[in-house]
């Protein structure tokens, strides 16, 4: 069996007296699509910014492909970005004087030399070759967004990490986007999503949750899910051979 592609060992991240993380243990395989889901400061974007390599904790380790990140100076970490990760910010990032094309060749700039046909291929890889001159603000949020998960793709990374990517989405933009990450991740990519929307922690492998800077395991195994939704089809067998109407109010859902 394969090394996981990430491990975090009694990883803890303090400012002041307010710990955002205090002692986190993970591990997240390779291919694997993992949610970090809990309400707003609960240590969410603070555990993505040590996996990217944005921060540094204050104590335990961070390893990521192999390499001890949490190890690494300010030079060692610019680097470790630029080769391993793909960051999708919630806030887009994108540089307004700067075609999606361009932007995109920001990425490739940074990890070695800028490449128009490969940048524009990543923007065709997101559905938006046909809006390569466009400026951010001639651009939908949605559309800013898939430009962000173009850029974050370009130099191939192997932990593609997004923080809250549909906050700032309406509903049909939201379904491009986990679409698109659902296909990314059935590719072999390893995706962390940080969110706090339920129905965007379903899509994922794994599911966990941040509390107070602790992490609890929030996945149901398949068989309990199985075991759950069999309770409801029972409910409504029972319904039917009763020749009785069940309001959906009275459906007993399982929690999941």
Known sequence: MSEPLVRLEGVARHYSTLKALDGVDLTIERGEWLSVMGPSGSGKSTLMHLLGALDTPTAGRVWVD???????????RAKFRREKVGIVFQQF?????????ENVMV?????????????????????LGD??????????????????VARALVNQPRLLLADEPTGNLDEDNEAKVLTLFEELQAEGHTLVTVTHALRVGLLADRRIELSHGRLTDLTVPSQEIDRRYDEVLIQLWIADERRTRLAPERVQLPDV
């Not at 490969?118 to 923007?123: D, I, K, S, V």
């Open 93 to 101: 990032h994108l540089l307004p004087y700067l075609t999606a094309l």
């Open 66 to 76: 192999g390499l001890e990140v949490s190890a690494l100076n300010e030079t060692g």
């Open 131 to 148: 809006r390569a001159h466009h400026l951010p603000s001639q651009l939908s949020g949605g559309e800013q967004q898939r430009v962000c």
């Open 107 to 127: 990425a490739q700039h940074y990890h070695s030399v800028a490449d128009a046909p490969e940048a524009r291929a990543a923007l065709d890889r997101v559905g």
